[in-house]
């Protein structure tokens, strides 16, 4: 049990103050704790809101059964890690798919140092991409993808990204940094050359 300080009438027109040996002093709104500090003497306590985040926040999962590309909007802009899952997710082509990053001026097209790569029982691929991140150096409409790729906030606009995908009887990896023009809060899933159809799976994020 902490030292509590309750809002009141003590006997001196003040506040009331019951006492433990814990050395812990707890502010509450009710019957629970909002916060926990520790008073040595002399000391000056400002009580501020407590700091954003902490919290792993699910998005809404989206259906990727249909269209081009698929959205995920209004991100906050506190949050410094970003997961992205793909469960069974299909597309209609043979293009790569990839994942581009955006601000409240849009989604950010061009600029990113990406790599990625494919290994299967043949020989690895890998490629270079300037239009976005992407788990997978190929594609085919028969692929069908599992897995995730995650971003970091390294320092302002600055993010770095990394994932892997498992596609039947082979899997991709892939990183990259993307410098954005403002603050991000945005995610799309699409292809590189814009135009194949998602036609199975789910796609969700998880942010904090």
Known sequence: MANTITAGNATNGGTAISSDTSGILELRTGSSPTTALTISTGQVVTVVNPIQGGTIT??????????TSIDFTGIPSWVKRITVMLNG???NGSS???LQLGTSSGITTSG???TSG??????PSVITLSTGFSPISGGASSDVRY???VFINVSSNIW??????AVGSYFGFGSGQINLSGTLDRIRITTVNGTDTFDAGSINILYE
């Open 58 to 67: 699910s998005g809404t999962a989206v259906a990727s059964t249909s269209g």
């Open 89 to 91: 997710v299909s597309t």
């Open 96 to 98: 790569i798919v990839q």
């Open 112 to 114: 990113y140092n990406s």
């Open 118 to 123: 494919s290994f299967t029982s043949a020989t």
């Open 147 to 149: 897995g995730v790729f």
């Open 160 to 165: 770095v990204g990394t994932g892997q995908v």
